[in-house]
């Protein structure tokens, strides 16, 4: 089995033509640098902040959003007295079906004896 390399030199079509002239580089250099569009130094910085703005942007509405759609807390919450809640009700539905109801109760069983 020969090597993989051995097998891409001997198949390569371009391997026995020489390479370009250096005249003709030079030529294709000064081609390529004159071409090319000349950006003013601080360019790319305006660049990154213009690509920067949409996503503050984003950021600065959502937390706008995120203060407007979130009710204020409860008066005896900011009063910082103690509420004693009612019994709370958890409700969750199995996969199957099965729909599950738990009452919790802030007293505790043995009170209820």
Do not use: K
């Not at 020489?18 to 250099?29: I, P, V, Y």
């Not at 729909?99 to 004896?113: G, I, K, P, Y």
């Amino acid at each position: 089995m020969t090597d993989l390399r051995e097998l891409l030199v001997h198949a390569d079509p371009l391997a026995e033509e020489g390479g370009l002239s250096d005249t003709d580089a030079q030529t294709m250099r000064r081609r390529v640098l004159a071409a090319r569009v000349q950006h003013p130094a601080g360019s790319l910085v305006w660049h990154s902040v213009l690509a920067a703005l949409p996503l503050a942007a984003v950021f600065v509405l959502g937390m706008v959003l995120q203060r407007a759609l979130t009710p204020p807390p409860a008066a005896a919450d900011v009063a910082g007295s103690r509420v004693t809640p009612g019994p709370r009700q958890i409700y969750f539905q199995t996969a199957g079906g099965t729909r599950v109801f738990w009452t919790l109760t802030s007293e505790s069983t043995e009170a209820r004896r």
